[in-house]
Every structure is written in C-alpha cells, then in structure tokens.
C-alpha cells in the first residue's frame, strides 16, 4: 500500500477564512487605482484592513493557545469591520459603483461570520 502524501500547507491554508481573506485582498489590488485619493485616506485604509484581516487570520491559525488563537481571530474580525466600511465609502464617493463593490461585500460578511465562529471555538 502506498504512503500517504504528507500534508505540506501551512495551518491557515487550511482555513476557509484565509482563502475568503486573500480573495479580498485580490480585489483591492484589482481596484487600487479607484481607491486612491480618498477622503481620510480611506481607500488606504480598506487596503490596510483587507491585508492585516489576512495577516491576522494566518497568525491565528499558527497560534497553539486556545485564548490566544481566540484572540488574534478577533483582531482579523475587526480589521474585516473596518474594511467593510472603507467599502461604503468608497461607494458613496463613487470610486466604486454598488454593483462592483457588492461582491466584496459579500466576501466580508462570509469572512465576518467564519471569524466570529473561529473566535468562539478557537
């Protein structure tokens, strides 16, 4: 019988939350251009919160404490709470259309729902 293939992805790649994360921060860097010159840097902003929300999702899941993993999943939660609203600014000073903004929004609230849950069984 043959040996198994070892698994070689690190924890967060297991995760649905980090491929939802890295989706998101895929479509900031398809939308930067539009995002520039925002009001209170908040196309920056959406950026910076997509990209930490990854970091944060990948830093828990490499975490061995229970309270700890917990912890950071919060922090990802948050920083996806921002991002969703630097996307309704984006919308409502019109650097973004509904119709192209929606499927991130989609994204968000998935990616919110998966944290909240990770954050109570982390």
Same mark, same amino acid.
Do not use: K, W
């Given at each position: 019988? /043959?040996? /198994? ?5 690190? /924890? ?41 929300? %990854? ?51 989609? %994204? ?9 849950? %990770?954050?109570?069984?982390?």
């Amino acid at each position: 019988m /043959p040996t /198994p293939m070892p698994d070689t992805r690190f /924890p967060h790649e297991r995760l649905d939350a980090y491929t939802v994360a890295r989706e998101l921060v895929a479509f900031a860097a398809a939308h930067r251009r539009q995002l520039r010159g925002l009001p209170g840097e908040s196309g920056e902003q959406l950026e910076r919160a997509l990209v930490r929300a %990854l970091l944060n999702v990948a830093e828990a899941a490499g975490r061995q404490g229970v309270a700890d993993r917990a912890r950071v999943f919060a922090i990802a939660r948050g920083e996806t709470c921002e991002a969703a609203a630097a996307l309704e600014v984006a919308v409502l000073y019109g650097a973004l259309t509904p119709q192209q903004a929606a499927p991130a929004r989609a %994204l968000l609230v998935r990616l919110g729902q998966m944290l909240t849950r %990770l954050c109570r069984v982390a």
